[in-house]
């Protein structure tokens, strides 16, 4: 007798791994490889957080009503095309279920989030990347690598693990120079770290066009990543798809009534925007002055590059600062590190592992 068999394609998969957490010997680690919120979740969001341990026997609200109402005033949407999920992530998968399968091709550029193929693979879909240039998305290269088979195409903006972006102008580019029947998924998790006028996360395209998803996630500056929260804008037809897929108690009432309150805790966003502005260029300029190369940033982490061979005694030599960073061979970037953006004593120390690393190399 044989055992059963996956679907072609998913023992093609290797296992999405997240950023290291701890250090072997070390209690407390300055954990800077997840890109997490340097100042935690939003006061008004923990306490609604343990306000529902009463109610832990109840299902939470399916469809999210509080949530989406919120979501919609915060940013003035359209609260029926609102979908909410357990992350992003889980959004982004059902996207590629429900449009791509057996036969049909996933595009991202080649420094794109590892989420895009796996859930492409998952599907029997066929992942294709296009180049960057200079690690940033370039439209007339993905736009190159366009099929008759293509269905989706997703492009974070920021980029991670770059952090680079490119502005509004270029993102309606691509969708006008696309089919009509591609959906373009715009991946925009870091977007409120973004303060530049020439930006869009993408509301306006997912509001005007019938092709359009923009995704949106509580992870990063919001500081919940253990809630698992996202949420998505789509065109009416698409958010119905999405409702007629996902599971339907999908978002727990934790996660429900703390993105509620962070939406409403309006200063402690602002502080937390604040303090990415203040020391995210803080460490780009002290990291550069070690002589070391940092691609410009647009979110809450930087990409550092080292000369080959040297991320592992860089790694070493910030554990022993007790920081934790992110490789990202994975990503087809052997000689970087992407270091999230701490509190000031955890960015300090990252300059002194630094500090410590070109010294041993010099």
Same mark, same amino acid.
């Given at each position: 007798?044989?055992? !059963?068999?996956?679907?072609?394609?998913?023992?093609?998969?290797? !296992?999405?791994?997240?950023?290291?957490?701890?250090?072997?010997? +070390?209690?407390?680690?300055?954990?800077?490889?997840?890109?997490?919120?340097?100042?935690?979740?939003?006061?008004?969001?923990?306490?609604?957080?343990?306000?529902?341990?009463?109610?832990?026997?109840?299902?939470?609200?399916?469809?999210?009503?509080? /949530?989406?109402?919120?979501?919609?005033?915060?940013?003035?949407?359209?609260?029926?095309?609102?979908?909410?999920?357990? $992350?992003?992530?889980?959004?982004?998968?059902?996207?590629?279920?429900?449009?791509?399968?057996?036969?049909?091709?996933?595009?991202?550029?080649?420094?794109?989030?590892?989420?895009?193929?796996?859930?492409?693979?998952?599907?029997?879909?066929?992942?294709?990347?296009?180049?960057?240039?200079?690690?940033?998305?370039? #439209?007339?290269?993905?736009?190159?690598? #366009?099929?008759?088979?293509?269905?989706?195409?997703?492009?974070?903006?920021?980029?991670?693990?770059?952090?680079?972006?490119?502005?509004?102008?270029?993102?309606? *580019?691509?969708?006008?120079?696309?089919?009509?029947?591609?959906?373009?998924?715009?991946?925009?998790?870091?977007?409120?770290?973004?303060?530049?006028?020439?930006?869009?996360?993408?509301?306006?395209?997912?509001?005007?066009?019938?092709?359009? %998803?923009?995704?949106?996630?509580?992870?990063?500056?919001?500081?919940?990543?253990?809630?698992?929260? $996202?949420?998505?804008?789509?065109?009416?037809?698409?958010?119905? #798809?999405?409702?007629?897929?996902?599971?339907?108690?999908? %978002?727990?009432?934790?996660?429900?009534?703390?993105?509620?309150?962070? @939406?409403?805790?309006?200063?402690?966003?602002? /502080?937390?925007?604040?303090?990415?502005?203040?020391?995210?260029?803080?460490?780009?300029?002290?990291?550069?002055?070690? $002589?070391?190369?940092?691609?410009?940033?647009?979110?809450?982490?930087?990409?550092?590059?080292?000369?080959?061979?040297? #991320? !592992?005694?860089?790694?070493?030599?910030?554990?022993?600062?007790? =920081?934790? =960073?992110?490789? =990202?061979?994975?990503?087809?970037?052997?000689?970087?590190?992407?270091?999230? +953006? $701490?509190?000031?004593?955890?960015?300090? *120390?990252?300059?002194?592992? @630094?500090?410590?690393?070109?010294?041993?190399?010099?």
């Amino acid at each position: 007798m044989t055992a !059963p068999l996956p679907r072609p394609g998913i023992l093609d998969i290797k !296992p999405y791994q997240g950023g290291r957490s701890k250090l072997d010997g +070390v209690a407390h680690v300055a954990k800077l490889s997840s890109n997490e919120g340097a100042l935690g979740a939003s006061p008004r969001a923990k306490a609604a957080y343990q306000a529902i341990a009463a109610e832990l026997h109840r299902y939470p609200d399916g469809g999210c009503e509080a /949530l989406r109402a919120a979501l919609a005033k915060r940013f003035g949407l359209d609260a029926s095309r609102v979908v909410c999920g357990a $992350g992003s992530d889980e959004l982004i998968g059902l996207l590629v279920h429900a449009y791509a399968g057996p036969g049909d091709e996933v595009l991202y550029p080649e420094y794109g989030f590892a989420m895009y193929p796996l859930y492409a693979r998952a599907n029997g879909a066929t992942p294709v990347t296009a180049p960057e240039t200079d690690l940033t998305v370039d #439209v007339d290269a993905i736009l190159s690598k #366009v099929t008759d088979k293509t269905r989706i195409v997703f492009v974070a903006n920021p980029s991670n693990p770059t952090g680079t972006m490119i502005p509004a102008s270029e993102i309606e *580019r691509l969708r006008k120079g696309l089919r009509p029947d591609i959906i373009l998924a715009i991946d925009s998790a870091y977007s409120e770290f973004v303060t530049r006028n020439d930006y869009s996360p993408g509301t306006e395209l997912a509001e005007s066009t019938d092709n359009t %998803v923009m995704f949106r996630t509580f992870s990063k500056i919001f500081g919940m990543g253990a809630l698992r929260l $996202g949420w998505c804008y789509a065109p009416a037809a698409i958010a119905d #798809v999405f409702n007629r897929i996902r599971s339907p108690f999908n %978002v727990s009432a934790a996660a429900q009534a703390a993105g509620v309150a962070a @939406l409403e805790d309006t200063a402690f966003f602002e /502080l937390c925007l604040a303090h990415n502005q203040m020391w995210r260029p803080w460490l780009a300029e002290n990291i550069e002055a070690l $002589g070391l190369k940092v691609t410009p940033s647009f979110a809450n982490f930087l990409l550092v590059h080292f000369p080959a061979g040297d #991320v !592992p005694k860089a790694e070493a030599a910030l554990a022993r600062q007790a =920081v934790i =960073v992110r490789q =990202v061979a994975s990503y087809g970037l052997p000689n970087a590190l992407r270091i999230s +953006v $701490g509190t000031e004593d955890e960015n300090r *120390r990252v300059i002194a592992g @630094l500090t410590e690393y070109k010294e041993g190399a010099a």
